[in-house]
């Protein structure tokens, strides 16, 4: 996700995938389905949930990566609220996609934890990812600490249901308190087994690779929310008409155990985008 907070909701594996579509799969990245994070297409996704979702798997992408409805009510899901997580997890399919991971916000970890447990399993995700701690800018190191030792807490309830935490970085993570990166210091707090990664390749706008902590904290990874950047332009791009040496960054995910990826830019980008991704040769 862009530098902004968000996400999260639902899963339902990517199980009833057809041959052919599992065919596409050879000429894909680490061999991973190509997924896309829905939040950038939220409003379309409101107005029309089938027909946004059929748009998605007809351009290639096979897995999606939702924001939970009662957490983003006010952020574009609150058309979705009513919807039960079968028949979610029906209609997703039936679009030709799988989701088996998705964004909560930190108040949904903190007060209502099981619930949103008991939803995810029902729709059969595997990853719930926390988007953001949702502290203050002049948060203290200290306070990131304290949050990351809570974070392990959520991820031991969720690891007892089966499903894997997973944390996802913007950009003022990305910055020094005292000397030191925030980021390096949540990956200390963190327990490794507990709470996995989810890194957002939008930080090289600040100078920071996602190959380079790939390589410093090999397993530590469960996904990616892909971007490009052209600095030249000073903007985001489509997938493979930036700066981001994605060979690099593919090979090093192997080494940080990234089980998923997703492509997180408007409708536009992830046309131009997926065709790049699908004939890239790792």
């Not at 339902?12 to 190509?34: E, F, Q, R, S």
């Not at 009510?73 to 997703?92: F, S, T, V």
């Not at 059969?124 to 990351?148: C, E, H, N, V, W």
Request: aromatic share 10%; charged share 25%.
């Amino acid at each position: 996700m862009g530098n902004i907070s968000r996400r999260s909701f639902f899963g339902g594996g990517a199980l009833g995938l057809a041959a052919a579509g599992a065919l596409k799969l050879v000429a894909d990245p680490l061999g991973l389905p190509i997924g896309c994070q829905t939040y950038p297409v939220r409003e379309a996704l409101g107005k029309g949930f089938d027909g946004t979702l059929r748009q998605l798997s007809g351009i290639g992408y096979r897995t999606i990566e939702m924001c939970s409805p009662p957490g983003y009510a006010d952020g574009g899901y609150g058309p979705l609220l009513g919807m039960k997580a079968a028949e979610m997890r029906q209609r997703i399919h039936d679009a030709g996609l799988g989701c088996e991971s998705c964004h909560y916000g930190s108040g949904e970890f903190k007060d209502h934890l099981d619930e949103r447990i008991d939803f995810a399993k029902e729709l059969g995700l595997k990853q719930m990812i926390l988007s953001t701690f949702s502290l203050p800018k002049d948060a203290s190191m200290a306070d990131y600490a304290r949050a990351a030792g809570e974070a392990n807490k959520f991820g031991e309830r969720m690891q007892k249901a089966g499903i894997q935490m997973g944390f996802h970085n913007h950009h003022f993570e990305f910055r020094k308190i005292d000397g030191e990166l925030i980021y390096d210091k949540l990956m200390s707090e963190f327990d490794p087994k507990l709470v996995k990664m989810q890194f957002q390749v939008s930080v090289v706008s600040l100078g920071f690779e996602a190959a380079a902590f790939m390589k410093k904290y090999p397993g530590r990874f469960i996904s990616m929310h892909l971007q490009d950047w052209s600095a030249s332009a000073k903007k985001e791009v489509a997938i493979g008409e930036g700066d981001v040496d994605w060979k690099k960054t593919f090979a090093a995910a192997k080494t940080g155990g990234v089980k998923n990826i997703f492509v997180e830019m408007n409708m536009d980008a992830l046309k131009a985008s997926y065709p790049y991704l699908h004939n890239l040769k790792v």
